[in-house]
């Protein structure tokens, strides 16, 4: 069965510094890879996702993350974060074949900027 | 420029109460989906349907029912609540096979008492 673990639960970082939220997943099949951002009291909207190609994606707000097969890893990037970051990120796999469309999600990392 | 509607958005019950979570999207999407998010654990998935007249079984289905009434709504019930599931709740939606990902609703925030 497919997991995410997403390493940090909880990540601080100063305005205009960069950060990475770290996400590993296991399976041994091709995947589909999202990231997911969820604001205070909001639901979740996606950020950027990895279907097939380039192993950087670009979304928005200016995250990009970068598909590493051989470490089964999806991490999140920011080279310069500001206070409206500040929220919950969602790492999630699925799996291209399966008719079901499941998302299997990890834990979440919270991202908090200070000023 | 709906998308993906869950009502209501707050609910207090009391133990052994029942309620419905009500979710519809109008986006043509075929498939639906019922999370619960608890802190530290993120999104499980309760219930889904994949398609019109489907509904199977996630990963945390004890103690929910629900009932795809439509291509366009997909209802949550809970037939007798226990403070275990206080939780947010979220509906998504999606097209299977686009790799689309999903759409959420904004939550329901329910508390047990």
């Known amino acids: 069965a497919q997991s995410v673990t997403q390493l940090d639960s909880q990540v601080p970082v100063f305005e205009e510094a960069p950060v990475e939220l770290r996400c590993n997943y296991s399976?041994?099949?091709?995947?589909?890879l999202f990231w997911y951002v969820q604001y205070p009291n909001q639901g979740l909207q996606l950020l950027l996702k990895?279907?097939?190609?380039?192993?950087l994606v670009k979304g928005i707000n200016g995250f990009e993350a970068e598909f590493n097969k051989s470490q089964t890893s999806f991490h999140l990037r920011k080279p310069s974060v500001h206070i409206s970051d500040t929220a919950e990120y969602f790492c999630?796999?699925?799996?291209?074949?399966?008719?079901?469309?499941?998302?299997?999600f990890g834990q979440g990392t919270t991202l908090q900027v200070k000023p | 420029n709906a998308g993906v509607t869950q009502t209501p958005k707050f609910q207090v019950l009391k133990t052994g109460q029942s309620m419905t979570l009500q979710c519809a999207q109008d986006?043509?999407?075929?498939?639906m989906y019922w999370y619960r998010q608890d802190p530290g654990m993120g999104l499980r998935l309760i219930y889904y349907s994949a398609s019109e007249g489907t509904t199977d079984k996630g990963e945390v289905p004890n103690g929910y029912n629900v009932s795809r009434l439509n291509k366009r709504e997909f209802s949550l019930r809970l037939e007798s609540a226990a403070p275990s599931q206080t939780s947010v709740y979220f509906c998504a939606s999606s097209h299977i096979g686009t790799g689309d990902g999903y759409t959420f609703g904004s939550g329901t925030r329910l508390t047990v008492v």
């Open positions: 990895y279907l097939s190609g380039s192993t």
């Open positions: 999630a796999v699925s799996d291209p074949s399966s008719n079901t469309g499941k998302l299997i």
């Open positions: 986006m043509n999407h075929n498939s």
């Open positions: 399976s041994s099949v091709s995947v589909y």
